[in-house]
């Protein structure tokens, strides 16, 4: 009798183990983004601009534009409006720090959603501190979504600026450890353990930007 | 062996509760800002084969790309096909709350391993199906905007957890007078001794498994209710109205390229997978209730009642997580 359970149990086990596995992204978005500087050299904010893929793209400019142009950005402008407003639910997707505190970001401002030619959008915003900060200390951020529905990254090509920045500041980008060798450990003491990880890989795939400034 | 009942009852217990608490809708906290219609939000936290997640993502990224090739290129159809159907396979090998309340009806209920098969792939296509018929109405027809069809879904979202209450009440009223009927019944022992060898005349009656008379009830005649196909079929709308995202991104993607019927035929197939995979769940229900029922009906009425209790437990947990999200759907205010 013992015997016969054991399959099923185990089997069981599996199934859960697997349904408390992982997320899977649904959106992509390219980040690219600039620290910008207020005049009296402190960081103010985070400007970003997040490029999205195609799919969500499509779903995002569906029912708008006539004979078949991309949307303008009135016509994006609710969709903009809805996006922004549950950002803060979720801390902009923008985490930052310095001195190893986390700092706060205020309501983004300077809110646009665009689509180019190919009806790829753009969700633009400028993101400002709720104090700037001095950038004598290291300053970093990374962008990611901890439920990891949306998968973000830095564009390729410039993906992080500085604008308006005193001379000698210096920008790092710092990518992640590379996720399977590690993660494949975890797996086997999670199962003996808590059938949980606890991992969180949006943060994981981050990359973090860094600033310093002399 | 009332300890092994016990033992099997707790882990069904725990499983279910592990399904529910898993499901990403309940770990949701509001609405992402990037929701898409269908209403499927990742789950925090968990995570484990980066392998796994790096199929899911390379399927993910080969339907988007089939798709685009579509276009141009016929063949690539069977690109789309191929990746839809892996994609619906290992996408639904993730969490969700149709498969939790699927689990949970089979553990409940279902006793069939055919019928829980039938009902899986049900599901899964009622899912395919709900897709479909969203962005076909919504944005074929209608021409709504990305945010009309997020309302849309949201509706059917609301319809389908308020599926996933009515049928848990409805699983929690019929289990709770099988349990309480347990409670009822005089102890199998007892009834054994009181049916037992009464004399008879007849000196070739033999009390073997083959005498053709009732010795005992047997428990499995005991059960609250039997087998309906309306709730069977009130199982399988809770499970599967509420569409996927995944889905409606790739009907909404085809549609911009002109392709509609090819989004449709692998949103068909992804259900395919999926129904794979959801099968595989429904059958380890079946298999793990059936291995509890054949401990209860050796055992005694502590065991039967154990069994009765881990049915109710279960029927609990679907009326508990579709109130749970009914009023998660409620304080984001209404979708």
Redesign the interface.
């Given at each position: 009798m013992r015997l016969r359970l054991v399959p099923a149990l185990l089997a069981f086990a599996l199934v859960l183990q697997s349904s408390v596995a992982r997320a899977h992204p649904h959106v992509w978005v390219a980040v690219r983004s600039e620290v910008v500087f207020a005049p009296d050299g402190k960081i103010a904010g985070v400007r970003h601009a997040w490029e999205f893929d195609e799919m969500y793209s499509a779903f995002a400019v569906q029912g708008l534009g006539k004979d078949g142009k991309p949307p303008t950005r009135e016509e994006l402008a609710p969709l903009a409006k809805t996006n922004v407003e549950s950002l803060a639910e979720f801390e902009f997707f923008t985490y930052a720090k310095q001195n190893n505190a986390k700092l706060k970001f205020k309501e983004p401002t300077e809110v646009a959603l665009e689509a180019d030619e190919k009806k790829i959008v753009t969700l633009r915003f400028f993101l400002p501190l709720e104090t700037p900060v001095s950038a004598q200390k290291p300053f970093s951020f990374q962008v990611y979504d901890p439920t990891y529905f949306v998968s973000f990254g830095f564009e390729k090509v410039e993906p992080v600026k500085l604008a308006k920045a005193p001379a000698g500041c210096s920008l790092s980008l710092v990518e992640p450890k590379p996720l399977v060798a590690a993660d494949s450990q975890k797996l086997s003491e999670a199962f003996f353990q808590n059938m949980s990880p606890g991992a969180d890989f949006g943060v994981k795939l981050a990359t973090r930007a860094i600033v310093a400034c002399p | 062996m009332s300890r092994?009942a016990a033992f099997?009852a707790a882990?069904l217990a725990c499983?279910a509760a592990?399904?529910l608490l898993?499901d990403?809708a309940f770990a949701e906290?509001?609405?992402?800002?990037?929701?898409?219609?269908g209403g499927?939000?990742?789950?925090?936290?968990?995570?484990?084969?980066?392998?796994?997640?790096?199929w899911?993502?390379k399927f993910?990224q080969q339907l988007?790309m089939a798709?685009?090739a579509l276009k141009s290129d016929q063949n690539a159809f069977w690109t789309l096909a191929a990746a839809s159907f892996a994609y619906g396979v290992f996408?639904a090998?993730?969490?969700?709350h149709g498969?939790?309340v699927l689990a949970s009806y089979m553990i409940a209920n279902e006793t069939a391993l055919k019928r829980g098969l039938l009902l899986a792939a049900l599901a899964a296509a009622l899912q395919g199906a709900a897709a479909i018929a969203l962005v076909a109405v919504a944005?074929l027809a209608l021409?709504?905007?990305?945010?009309?069809?997020t309302a849309a879904a949201g509706l059917v979202e609301t319809a389908s957890y308020a599926a996933i209450a009515l049928l848990g009440a409805r699983l929690a009223y019929d289990k709770g007078r099988g349990f309480l009927e347990s409670w009822r019944a005089p102890a199998i022992g007892e009834a054994v001794g009181r049916f037992a060898c009464v004399a008879t005349d007849d000196p070739d009656h033999i009390h073997g498994p083959s005498c053709g008379h009732l010795h005992a009830p047997d428990p499995t005649t005991l059960d609250g209710a039997g087998f309906s196909w309306a709730g069977a079929l009130s199982a399988v709308v809770a499970a599967g109205l509420r569409p996927c995202?995944?889905a409606?991104?790739?009907l909404?993607?085809t549609?911009?390229q002109g392709l509609f019927a090819a989004g449709a035929a692998a949103v068909a197939l992804m259900s395919a997978g999926t129904a794979i995979t959801t099968g595989?769940?429904a059958a380890?229900a079946v298999?793990?209730k059936d291995?509890a029922q054949?401990?209860s009906r050796r055992s005694s009425k502590r065991a039967l009642l154990l069994g009765r209790g881990a049915e109710l437990a279960a029927a609990l947990f679907v009326l508990g997580f579709g109130l749970a999200l009914l009023a998660g759907v409620t304080a984001r205010g209404g979708a």
């Open positions: - | 092994r099997f882990a499983g592990l399904l898993c990403p906290a509001g609405r992402h800002p990037f929701a898409v219609a499927e939000t990742a789950s925090a936290g968990g995570g484990f084969a980066g392998l796994v997640l790096a899911q993502n993910h988007q798709a685009r996408h090998a993730g969490p969700g498969k939790a944005a021409n709504a905007t990305a945010q009309q069809m995202s995944g409606i991104l790739i909404v993607f549609l911009s595989a769940i380890l298999l793990a291995a054949r401990l």
